[in-house]
């Protein structure tokens, strides 16, 4: 899968290649098996070097009014950052200029760390996912979202927290279960989504930052985004403690204390392959 990152990023590390099998509790934080470091990506260069610059109308992906353009005003380097943002309005006011990247590189399990400032208010909906190849979500087992999506972190307007989501789907021929049987048409045209994320409960929250909307240019502090992605599970957690040992090699994660419980919302989340769609 390849890392897609909308509306507006910061620094970001990946490791990866565990021995083992590289599972954890999240928990208690132990990982099964040690990682070294595999991939930095080099946020200070041009991004174009490290990513693919999306220009295209959302209007026919998640239906928003964000119009991804690469022209230099919403996408570029900062200081050592990656910076995303939104810029303008678009000629006429129907959309917002926004920017949207995709790593060039590819990867298959592992575990990644992104440090991020991510902007908050107004309405906007950033968002960090792993999805196929394309915008498109093209792989094997068709388009999005055939092959599935791994929504890191998304998080809406005054939202105190980001939502872990997984996302798969399977091909309609007008109908979805029970109603209707699957069609292997790889989800063109038709298909049926299924997720992990329910909005009527807090399973799949984590809880970030208060947020302040009366700030000049509203967002949330820089924070750790960590995901480890492994064949039978899918571990995320917001600003651990990362524990290694004497040749440096990661070997666990601790989730972070929250400061009070005055929030439903954990600070990590975890499924395993019997709860995912």
């Given amino acids: 899968l390849c890392l897609a990152l909308l509306a507006h990023g910061a620094r970001a590390t990946l490791r990866g290649g565990g021995p083992l099998d590289g599972s954890v509790n999240g928990a208690s934080g132990v990982l099964h098996g040690s990682f070294v470091l595999s991939k930095r990506f080099n946020l200070g260069a041009d991004p174009a070097e490290e ?19 690469d022209d230099s005003s919403t996408v570029f380097s900062r200081g ?15 959309c917002m200029k926004s920017g949207r990247v995709m790593s060039k590189d590819s990867f298959k399990y592992g575990l990644f760390s992104f440090s991020a400032r991510i902007p908050k208010c107004n309405y906007v909906w950033p968002a960090l996912w792993l999805v196929p190849l394309d915008t498109n979500g093209e792989g094997v087992y068709g388009r999005w979202p055939c092959s599935g999506e ?12 980001g939502t872990f989501n997984l996302v ?25 989504m299924s997720t992990t994320k329910d909005w009527r409960t807090p399973d799949a929250r984590c809880f970030v930052e208060e947020t302040n909307c009366s700030a000049e240019h509203p967002s949330w502090d820089e924070h750790v985004f960590v995901l ?31 400061k009070s419980d005055k929030t439903a919302f954990q ?4 499924y395993s392959r019997q709860q995912t769609p």
């Fill in 150 to 161: 791994i929504d890191l972190l998304e998080t809406v307007h005054d939202q105190a927290f």
């Fill in 51 to 69: 990513f693919d610059k999306i220009e295209i109308p959302d209007e026919n992906l998640t239906h928003s009014c964000a119009h991804y353009v």
């Fill in 168 to 192: 798969a789907g399977y091909g309609s021929s007008g109908g979805c279960l029970p109603e209707a049987e699957p069609v292997c048409n790889r989800c063109i045209p038709d298909y049926c």
């Fill in 267 to 270: 600070t990590w989340k975890k």
């Fill in 228 to 258: 480890n992605w492994q064949p039978g599970e899918l571990t995320m957690w917001i600003d651990p403690e990362f524990q290694y040992d004497g040749q440096q090699r990661l070997i666990g994660v601790k989730p972070k204390r929250r």
């Fill in 80 to 94: 050592g950052d990656l910076v995303l943002k939104v810029a303008e309005h678009c000629e006429g006011g129907g």
